[in-house]
């Protein structure tokens, strides 16, 4: 997912890509808000700054979801400045959440997934299930099938499979697969990511061409690279 930072101070825009970029993300960033309305069209997600030269944040987001090809882009709105007021102005002009600064990355990046969430509905969020070759993946009975027998899998595993499962092709770095699964509270060592891995491919093994697919990515983690024979 590409997230656009934009923020007027050097050392914010520095950390938010040095941090976002850690977790997976690619970051675009914008240090007014004249820069920012000629990148937004380029991301998925904007980290807006509300007092910004040439344009201020509200100005920005009122303007970015009052346009057909920004409107739907998630905004979350950051700022020093905490009234209430500016809060609900923030919210009425469209920005899908707010946070006050100084906050943490752990806050911020539960906000960003929060958010994704909420304003993102996927096309497979909607499915009740899924199918991929000898797989069925039953999302509203939260069951697995691999050639019509039911597959044993943990919690976490179940969890990892969907996840690769809808969004094919995508590389996932050991960090982000930490964050996503086990949650920001989570502080094990990304070798947990290995082993659950390792597992899940084992417990695939009956379709070699399923279990295959989830690939290691060197110096990264991991992806589902699918090629349906049919």
Not at 71 to 79: N, S, V
Not at 200 to 210: F, Q, T, V
Request: proline letters at 3%; glycine letters at 4%.
């Amino acid at each position: 997912m590409k997230i656009l930072a934009v923020d007027d101070d050097d050392s914010i825009r520095e950390l938010l890509t040095l941090q976002l970029t850690r977790h997976g993300y690619e970051v675009l960033t914008a240090a007014d808000g004249a820069e920012a309305m000629v990148k937004a069209p380029q991301a998925d997600f904007i980290l807006l700054d509300l007092m910004l030269p040439k344009l201020d944040g509200f100005e920005v987001c009122r303007r970015l979801k009052s346009a057909e090809k920004t409107k739907d882009i998630p905004i979350i709105m950051l700022t020093a400045k905490a009234e209430e007021i500016d809060t609900v102005l923030g919210l009425e002009l469209g920005a899908d959440d707010y946070l006050a600064k100084p906050f943490s990355m752990r806050e911020l990046l539960a906000r960003i997934k929060a958010v994704q969430r909420r304003s993102q509905p996927k096309q497979q969020e909607q499915q009740l299930a899924l199918r991929l070759g000898n797989l069925m993946m039953d999302f509203a009975a939260y069951s697995v099938k691999l050639k019509g027998k039911e597959l044993s899998l943990t919690p976490k595993e179940y969890e990892l499979l969907k996840l690769f499962l809808t969004n094919i092709g995508r590389a996932y770095s050991r960090d982000e697969l930490l964050t996503r699964i086990w949650g920001y509270e989570y502080y094990g060592d990304t070798r947990t990511v290995d082993v659950h891995v390792r597992h899940l491919r084992s417990k695939l093994a009956a379709a070699p061409d399923i279990a295959d697919a989830i690939e290691t990515v060197r110096s990264v983690g991991y992806r589902f690279q699918y090629d349906d024979p049919s």
